[in-house]
C-alpha cells in the first residue's frame, strides 16, 4: 500500500485572485486509498483547493501532484462530483454515465459492463434508461457518482455532493458513498460543511481557516470501518467531531 | 362572434366592399382563388425556406466564431445589431435594382430578416453553458471538439427551435415585401394586384393563407420540439411528477 504514490501531495499551495490572496501556503497529502475531507468556513478556499488539484484552476504558487504526475491542466487520474448532479439533460442515464468514456475518445462499449456494475452497486437498477429529469436529486446525484466511477479513477473530488439535499438523505447518501467508495480502489478528497459527514466519512479531517485559507488543523479518525448508523453513538465519534468543532470555532473567533 | 359582428357591420352600413369585405365575401374569395393562391403562396414558401436555411447556417456560424474566438465575440453583436436595425423596406429596392426581379432578392430579404434572431439564440445557446458541464467534460479529457459535438450543440438545440419560431415569420415578411418591390410571383405579388384592382377580399383571403402558413410552420417546429426535445427545460417538471422521492428512491 505504501509502495503506490500518493493520491495527492500538495506543497506550499498558495492562489491569489485578483479579489485577493485566497490560499496561503496549503500543504498536505492524501495517501492512494485514504478517505480525505476538507472542512472550513464559507468562502475559506476548500472549493478552490479542490479545483486547483483537478487541474481546472490554476494556481500562484506551490506545487501539486496527483498519482505522482504534476497537476499542469484537467487530470485524468482524477474524476469530480459537483454540488449539483450536472446530468446531461438530454441523455439517458446510463448514456450519462458512459460520458466520460466518449470524452476521452474510448468506445463506450468497453465499459458497458462496468456501468451495469456501478448502476447495480449505486442502487439505481431500473432506472438506467430513464432521463434525469424524472430521478430524484438524491438519484441523479448517485447517477453522478457512477459516472465519476467509470474509469476507476485514482482520486475521486468532491464539492459538497449532497449539500443540497435533505438532511435525511444526506445521512443515507453518506453511507451509499462510503458502501460504493469502499468496493473501488480510489482516493476521495471531499469538502463539506457536514462535521459528522468528515467525521462519518473520513480517515482524516484537515480544517481550514477563514480566508486567506490555511490548514488549521488536521485530526485523524481511527474509528474502525465499516462505519454504520451506530458509529454515531461511539463516544469516540463525539470525541473527534467535538475536536473538529473545537478547531473550526476556535479560527472563526481567531 | 367577432365575426358575427363584422359581417353584420358591413352589411348594414352598406361599407363598400373595396374598404371593409365582411367575411362571408372573404370566405368566396378564398375558395374561388384557392388554387391561384396555393401556387403563389407555395413560391413565397420556397423564397422563404431556402432564405432562411441560409440563416440558419449563417446564424449558426457566426454564433460558433462569437463562442470560439475572443476577438471576433466583442464585435460582431453590435455589428449585426446596428446592421439589423436597418430597415430592409428601405434597402429592398436596392436588392432589385442589383439583383433584378428574379427570386435572388427575396431570398436575400428573407435571410437577412431571420439572421439576426437565429445567431443571438445560436449564441446563447452554444456559449451560455454552465461551466460544470464544461469541467465536468474536460476532466474527463474532452477536446474542444468533442465538447462542441456532445455537449453544446445539444444544449443549443431547443434555443435554435425556439429561433426558428420567430425567425419564420420574419424571414416571411421579407420575402413578402421583396414581392411586394418588384417580381411577378408569390403571395406578394398577389395581394399587390388584388390592391391595384379593389379585389379588398383577394387582399384579405391572402392574408388569411399567409397566416395558415405560419401557423403550420410553428406548428411543425413545435411537433419537433416535443417529439425530440423532451428534455429541454420548460419541459422538466412533467416528468418529475412521476419521479420517486424519499429515503427508498433517494
Redesign the interface.
Known sequence: MTSAPPAIHVAHLSKRFETGPTLDDVSFEVGSREFVTIVGPSGCGKSTTLRIVAGLVGRSSGTVHVAGREVTGPISQAAMVFQSPVLLPWRRVDENILFPAEMRGDPPDRYRDRASELIALAGLGGFERRYPHELSGGMQQRAALCRALLLDPALLLMDEPFGALDVLTREHMDFELQRVWSSTTSAVLLVTHSISEAVLLSDRVIVMSPRPGRIHAVVDVDLPRPRTRSTFEDARFAELAGRVRAHLEARWSG | MVLALWEAGTRSFDVPLYILPPPSAVLLALRRTWTLQAQHLAITAATTFVGLALALVAGVGLALAAVYVRAIRAVILPALAAFNGIPKVAIAPLFVIWFGLGDEPKVLLAFLMGLFPIFVSAAAGLGEI?P??L?????????ER??FW??RL??A?PYLTDALKVAFPLALVGSVVGEFIGGNRGIGYLILSAQFNLDTPLVFACLIGITLLTSAATGFVVWLENRW?????S??RE??A??????S??
Not at chain 2, 469541467?135 to 477536446?143: N, V
Not at chain 2, 426535445?229 to 427545460?233: E, N, Q
Open positions: 454552465e460544470d458541464y469541467d465536468l467534460a474536460r476532466l474527463s479529457g474532452g477536446s468533442r465538447i456532445k455537449v445539444m444544449h438545440l426535445l423532451v428534455w429541454r427545460p419541459r422538466r416528468g418529475a412521476a419521479a420517486p422521492s424519499g429515503l428512491g433517494a
